[in-house]
């Protein structure tokens, strides 16, 4: 089975950095997404880890370390527009199991 | 490019009724869509797998007589719910794949997603 773990709730002030973790305990690994999520839309992909290491993309940038089943997204510069929920995903056998999803909120 | 769009975008019907839902790949070959569920703050549910041409992987737990796949173009897939109760009120989200070794790395889009309400 597939257990994908991250925070349920996190909060932040405009223009600060917020860290979204993510543990995972997979039968198999192929990659490990994170998404974003708007209420009430699909999601849409942010990034991307299929190696160990920092994966740098603008203010968003995902870290990966396959050996502790361990990913982080990192949100910088955070605008109000980032309020979202964020939802981590690892992929095995060509299929997406997702996290139950982090909800960010930004204030002003 | 990678466009995926999804038909009605918003549904109502009555209980007992049955629901089509589309998604189709607008600019690429879709040889493999997914089919999720959502209910509200809870992650997206895995529903499916269809490949054109062939028969659905349905998941553990997801009746296959109830919820309908077909993937008949490569650009087409449908969910048909039928018999429609209220607890299938839900947010479904088709995904298209067009990458048929799928090995890149986020070969794999969403459509907008179709809200179902069963009253």
């Known amino acids: 089975g597939q257990n994908i773990d991250q925070p349920t709730e996190m909060t932040a002030t405009e223009g600060a950095i917020v860290q979204i973790n993510c543990t995972y305990q997979?039968?198999?690994?192929?990659?490990l997404f994170w998404y974003q999520q708007h209420a009430g839309e699909a999601p849409t992909f942010l990034s991307y880890?299929?190696?160990?290491g920092l994966e740098e993309k603008g203010r968003f940038s995902s870290f990966l370390s396959r050996s502790k089943g361990y990913s982080y997204l990192l949100l910088k510069e955070l605008q109000m527009k980032d309020s979202a929920s964020y939802l981590c995903?690892?992929?095995?056998?060509?299929?997406?199991?997702f996290g139950a999803g982090t909800t960010v909120t930004v204030r002003a | 490019g990678a466009v995926v769009s999804q038909h009605p975008s918003w549904v109502i019907c009555k209980s007992g009724t049955s629901v089509k839902i589309e998604c189709r790949s607008l600019?690429?070959?879709?040889?493999?869509m997914f089919w999720y569920r959502q209910f509200p703050k809870q992650s997206l549910m895995l529903m499916a797998t269809?490949?054109?041409?062939?028969?659905?992987?349905?998941e553990q737990g997801v009746e296959k007589d109830k919820f309908l796949i077909n993937h008949a173009s490569l650009t087409l897939s449908t969910l048909t719910v039928t018999s429609a109760h209220p607890e299938d009120s839900s947010f479904y989200i088709c995904?298209?794949?067009?990458?048929?070794?799928?090995?890149?790395?986020?070969?794999?889009?969403f459509g907008p997603g179709t809200r179902l309400t069963v009253t």
């Open positions: 995904s298209a794949r067009g990458d048929p070794k799928g090995e890149s790395s986020y070969e794999q889009y």
């Open positions: 997979t039968s198999g690994f192929n990659g």
């Open positions: 880890n299929v190696l160990d």
């Open positions: 995903a690892v992929r095995f056998r060509k299929k997406l199991s």
């Open positions: 600019d690429f070959q879709a040889t493999t």
């Open positions: 269809s490949n054109e041409g062939s028969k659905a992987t349905y």
